[in-house]
């Protein structure tokens, strides 16, 4: 069985490579381009895809590799809002992702951004880099015995619930469904409550019409002053624009954000050179407690090699007509 891997980097290509003789009916050929309708067409003859978070998996595209023949697309990451699932049914294309491959990698990630946004960590570094010893504009907080509020409480989100208690942290949830492996220690509030009452807010819902922009304005407003918000989910949970108006009102002691609604352009691109006329990302960065990531929450040795192992082995599932939790249509 043949894979065309869209927009692959060399890290994709090693971890792929180095779990693939435990695959030996799989060949992949990795290419540059990123998959959406026009880069479709280059699919021809191979029985499946395999795209990531940017790639543009809809109607037409998925149109044209059914044309093409191809029978699978092979979602190297857990979300999964970047494809049309219900045309992938129409069109009997099967549609497989990696769940939950390393949910500490980005839980990881997360608590790192809410520490260097709290604690200032770029400005400290670049302050010492220059002979500046002074202290000046670090001042933080202690998360200890702080509340922690973690939306979505899957399993990125109990591994950051886990992780702000060890810090000592009072954690309370807010989640359509209640994680039973976190009742010692979670307790479950609504959504106001949980904007109310937490110092630390970390998003870790998936994006779906119903948490699209749940950070605006009016929801910002409710936070307490001084909340540190992170985002390392999805970025159109957060309406930047809002957001920006949120900061300018001085609401925020630190965002700290792996996500942005502006990244697809981004991911995971040099444009040092470029003069980025209408970036909003630009206008983030201007904020003295913002930090940006470009979508890595996902990026450790062990997160790569577990998306590469589950991503061959939905390719064999799906050849073999299994039916697995990772299917997606
Ligand atoms: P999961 O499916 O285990 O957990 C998601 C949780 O969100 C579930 O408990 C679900 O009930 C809850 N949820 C659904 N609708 C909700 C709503 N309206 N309000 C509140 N909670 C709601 O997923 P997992 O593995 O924890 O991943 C979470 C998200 O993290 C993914 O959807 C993906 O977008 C993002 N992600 C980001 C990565 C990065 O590199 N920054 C890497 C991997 C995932």
Redesign the pocket.
Known sequence: MKILFYCAKTYDQKSFNSVLGSFPDIEIEYIEEELGPRTAVMAEGFDAVCAF?SADVSSPTLTVLKEKGVKCVLMR?????NVDTDKAKELGIIVKRV???S?E??AE?AIALALAANRRLYKAYNKVRENDFSLRNLRGVNLYQKTAGI?????????MARICRGFGMKVIG????E?PDLKDFVEYVS?DALLERSDLISL?????D??YH?INIDTIKKMKDGVILVN???GALVKTDDLIEGIRLGKFLGVGL??YEEETGNVFNDRSDEIMEHSVTARLLSFPNVIVTS?????TME?LEAIAETTLQNLLDARDGKKTPNDVA
């Open positions: 978070v990451c857990a979300g999964f809002n769940p939950g491959y949910p990698a980005v990630l939306v979505g409480t899957g399993k990125i989100g109990a591994a807010y989640d359509v469904y994680n959504l870790h819902c998936p994006l779906l119903s948490t749940m390392t989910s999805r792996d996500v979508h890595q929450g996902f990026y997160a």
